[in-house]
């Protein structure tokens, strides 16, 4: 095998890795007569190779034993190697993923269209959420509650059972495994978000939603502990095509005009009845436009919590006291053609009621809400510097 391998490098070849190198501690791995280390084979390999692939989460980005608190410091092998590597992550991946993209570069001599995290986007360019045949369920507020429960075998959404499909990017939903056969969601368990970096130490519990109460550690994230929402952040919103409809009555009946949002308000109002009541007691029919931030923030904590907001803080706090680092998407709308820059909420509120029928906590809201808002105001501000 050793002779193989050195004949190898004297021809072309692409170098496929699976498994995450041990580059401090190398003896964790050694490897034949000459006990190499495997970090010092993958330098040797990597250093004639014409092209490296990292296959699987472990190679891409160290995977389950670089969870905390590594006791090998294995990491994924783009972080020890100064060549190029394209990043093919999944617990497993996929046979198509891996398949198509080495055939890509042996049909054409050139590296497939990568994102920011060097992944093929043909395959990780879109939210594996979008694309599953359960999401439907999800845009009703219809969840399992249980992984044997009647919804859940008639297609609900697993979210509240810990599916970690909304902050995954991978074409499962798509390819499928086993020849398309099938995929974790449809055959009845949540997303685990293999595919994505440090995926065992920053989604919590896997048959949880990411609410405090299901945390078993506040990651140390600089994220975080940032302030929120500096005066300079608020001028550019107050500068920029932003308004929204602020009576919480009125925002309700525009989602439940379609089947999906009528069914979502319903369970809405079936799940937080005390909050539905004080919605029908303190608003009525007429229009409320607002082209207040801390307005939206305010609606949002009238549907979490039933109750007005008092302290703008209070939103800001429970934001920042989030255990977890990724936030629950929110589809605010940006377009930065027009005459200034618009940004569109109107749609983004039926989220709140998505994820609060799907067991997301006024942490995980806020935080997530807030991250939204920040993201836009970063393009926007990027729009303005250029």
Known sequence: AEELLEHVLEEDFILAVEGGV?????????????????????????????????????????????????????????????????NIPGCPPSDINIIATLSFFALFGVLPELDEQNRPVWAYGKCLHDMCERK?????????????DEAAKNGACLFKVGCKGPYTYNNCPKVKFNAKTSWPVAAGHGCIACSEKNFWDEFGNYEKPMANIFSYAKLCNEELKQEFFLEEQIKILEQIDFE????????????????????????YKKSFEKNYAFIEQNFDENPMPSKDFWKYLEISFILVKGAFLKDKNDFLIAAKNYAFKHASPYDFKLNMNAEKPKLDVSKSFRMTLIYLCGGLDFEGVAYSILKAFEDNIAKISSLKAS
């Open 22 to 86: 041990a580059a401090i501690d190398t003896f964790f791995l050694t490897i034949g007569a000459q006990g190499e280390s495997g970090y010092e084979i993958l330098e040797k390999l990597a250093a004639k190779a014409k092209a490296i692939f990292a296959v699987g989460t472990c190679s891409s980005y160290g995977g389950i034993q670089a969870a905390y608190p590594n006791p090998s410091k294995t990491c994924g092998i783009s972080e020890v190697l100064s060549q190029k590597v394209v």
């Open 244 to 267: 929204f409809e602020s009576n919480i009555k009125l925002i309700l009946q525009n989602i439940a005009k379609n089947k999906l949002g009528a069914l979502l308000v319903e369970n």
């Open 136 to 148: 439907a369920k999800f845009e009703s507020g219809i969840f399992a509650e249980h992984f044997d």
